[in-house]
């Protein structure tokens, strides 16, 4: 199409610009997610004595997880949060990334690393 006058009038303005950037090589990419520095607090260990459990206590309900039928993920997930691991139940096959005994607490930590572009859902066992 040959840019002129009666063309911009026909497309419009702004219509015009966004062609043009659509159509400009070298377009800008997403930005790729913020790096994760492991959260020192652990969301799947507790101690009894001289034991650590892993795993989620009978208390805590409210449970994140990334669904997943590949369990190298979790060395991704791991990068967040350092005590996470594979597992499989009824649900299927996922990624528990943190137990806790309250929804909010779980919230925040999906709504972390969904911001870090994992698929993170908050499930009540």
């Known amino acids: 199409m040959k840019l ?8 419009g303005v702004g219509g015009w610009i966004c062609w ?12 790729p997610n913020p790096p994760c520095s492991p959260l020192t607090k652990e969301f799947n260990t507790t101690r009894q004595g001289n034991a650590i459990l892993l795993g989620r206590p009978p208390n805590y309900r409210f449970v994140v997880i990334i669904p997943t039928r590949n369990p190298e993920k979790v ?5 967040c949060v350092s005590d996470a691991f594979f597992t499989e139940s009824s ?4 990624i528990q990334a ?5 929804r ?3 919230e925040s930590l999906s709504w ?4 870090r572009g994992l698929d993170a859902r ?3 066992f």
């Open 98 to 102: 943190g137990a806790f005994p309250d």
């Open 122 to 124: 908050v499930v009540y």
């Open 20 to 31: 043009n950037f659509l159509a400009l090589p070298g377009q800008a990419q997403p930005a």
């Open 112 to 115: 972390f690393l969904r911001s």
């Open 104 to 106: 909010a607490s779980a």
């Open 4 to 11: 002129n006058l009666r063309n911009l009038l026909k497309l």
């Open 91 to 94: 649900l299927g096959s996922y």
């Open 75 to 79: 060395n991704v997930v791991r990068q």
